[in-house]
């Protein structure tokens, strides 16, 4: 297989996160190949603002992938029970999505693969976070020596690397990075129980965990909220 020197593919969700993910690599030269899932959540108005983030950061190609996670159930995010609107504490939470990480990941390896890229960036986050397990390092270097077993590249002698930039990084210093990188953060979305307009709630765990992060770097959240607008 011909190697692209310089191709990535980035996992985008359309959250702070993975958009500050795609800033840090496109900041860093690669050609980047934008990866977003349409898995039957309920906050499918993030997918618009993956697309724009894509666009936004010059990536080259971008994706949408249908994934009938939801067809599984067992989580709030695809309409399994209701959102908390408390952090559950040292529990995982109801929002958690079944594999949902090592789905994605295995189908951008697979993009990766075809690609001959190197690079699989993943927005992943183990301090400011739900608890979720795939989002811990342990996971990550697991799915990496994985990827290099499973895949002609990886025994021919082309490893590909699991990038997760933002993994010990917390949201203030999250949100301060994607500045730095000029993302526009009115163009995220983080909220998993928005309104019919896509309106942030303002409420849920992922809602505060997005403003504190700018409480504590001591900016102003661009979004528009369902209680605080």
């Not at 297989?1 to 191709?7: C, D, N, Q, V, W």
């Not at 977003?36 to 697309?51: C, P």
């Not at 270097?141 to 499973?150: S, V």
């Not at 699991?162 to 917390?170: E, K, N, S, T, V």
Request: charged share 20%; with cysteine; hydrophobic share 40%.
């Amino acid at each position: 297989m011909r190697h692209k020197p310089g191709a990535a593919v980035v996992l985008l969700s359309g959250g702070m996160d993975s958009a500050t993910c795609l800033a840090i690599a496109a900041s860093q030269g690669h050609a980047c190949h934008t990866l977003a899932f349409d898995y039957g959540q309920r906050h499918r108005v993030e997918l618009e603002m993956a697309a724009r983030q894509a666009k936004a950061f010059g990536a080259r190609v971008h994706r949408v992938i249908r994934v009938d996670l939801a067809a599984l159930g067992g989580s709030a995010l695809t309409g399994d029970g209701e959102v908390p609107r408390r952090d559950p504490g040292d529990r995982i939470p109801p929002t958690y999505v079944p594999a949902r990480n090592a789905v994605f990941l295995s189908l951008g390896l697979g993009w990766a693969e075809v690609l001959g890229a190197s690079d699989l960036f993943i927005g992943a986050n183990q301090v400011d976070y739900s608890g979720y397990p795939d989002c811990r390092r342990a996971f990550l270097e697991a799915f990496e020596r994985m990827a290099n077993l499973a895949t002609r590249a990886g025994t021919e002698g082309q490893p590909l690397r699991i990038r997760a930039p933002l993994l010990d990084m917390g949201k203030a210093a999250i949100i301060r990075r994607g500045m730095e990188l000029g993302v526009d953060f009115k163009s995220t979305h983080t909220c998993y129980h928005p309104d019919a307009q896509g309106l942030a709630c303002g409420l849920c765990p992922s809602c505060r965990l997005r403003l504190g992060g700018f409480a504590e770097a001591g900016l102003d959240d661009p979004l528009a909220y369902q209680r605080l607008s």
